[in-house]
């Protein structure tokens, strides 16, 4: 090679700061995908699910939540029951749908508003509405810079990848619920937070939830420390994680 040859141009907000690793395995939809065929839910439940991409791929049964849906898939696929509802997280769970209809997931997926506060409020409801042989997930748990870990919401604006202070949730989980298992995943590309064990009865984290904003609120990953984070959760492939002894 000339030394004189240009190397790749790097697109903005994807270059990789030096404490942190590229997250380029197996893509998560299709660690989703894997999941799913082995679980074999009979329903699945999505937070965030704006243009589609990722519900359009599940043969299960379905619910979809999402404040302002913009579907570009084609989510009409073989699922028997799909559900949609255009509202927030928050207003979904407290309409007690799922408990009313006696309808109990047993695979879900948080993609929400990447807000610390919002994803943890969303694994709560999540996990107190789901069977305790479920998993549940976790996207942009795993950032590669620290411009795309932001609160400030005019980041999205600008286009580029955003992943929020999100991998709070996995600190939380970690400190605050050691009963439940919970790995990273290398998965492009900004990770997948895998938990099982759950316990539906558990108010462990809603009882503690003032204390836990308190503490973490604020707290940039800088603070908390790249690699004391990475150390808690060490990137595994989701080739050599034990999926399949789910649950």
């Known amino acids: 090679m000339s030394l004189f040859a240009r190397k790749p141009k790097i697109k903005p907000g994807y270059h990789i700061d030096p404490e942190f690793q590229p997250h380029n395995g ?65 207003d979904f769970f407290a309409s007690r749908f799922l408990q009313n209809a006696g309808l109990v997931p047993d695979l879900a997926f948080i993609d929400g508003m990447h807000l610390f506060e919002f994803a943890l409020r969303d694994f709560i409801n999540c996990e107190a509405s789901m069977r305790p042989d ?35 949730v996995m600190a939380v989980l970690k400190e605050y619920r050691p009963d439940l298992a919970v790995e990273l995943l290398n998965a492009a590309s900004t990770g997948l937070g895998v938990v099982s064990g759950l316990d539906p009865e558990s108010r462990v984290l809603g009882d503690r939830m003032d204390e836990i904003l308190e503490r973490f609120g604020d707290r940039s990953l800088a603070d908390f420390g790249v690699e004391r984070y990475f150390d808690l959760f060490p990137l595994k492939r989701p080739e050599d994680l034990n999926l399949w002894t789910f649950p």
């Open 134 to 168: 479920g998993v549940i997930c976790l996207h942009d748990v795993a950032p590669f810079n620290h411009d795309m870990i932001t609160r400030d919401l005019a980041y999205l604006g600008r286009s580029l990848p955003w992943t929020g202070d999100v991998w709070k």
């Open 26 to 90: 197996t893509h998560y939809i299709e660690v989703m995908d894997r999941l799913e065929a082995h679980l074999k839910p009979r329903l699945y439940l999505e937070i965030g699910s704006r243009s589609g991409t990722s519900v359009a791929r599940r043969s299960c049964s379905f619910i979809a939540v999402d404040p302002e849906f913009r579907i570009t898939a084609d989510v009409f696929n073989t699922s028997e029951h799909m559900l949609f509802f255009q509202q927030t997280s928050d």
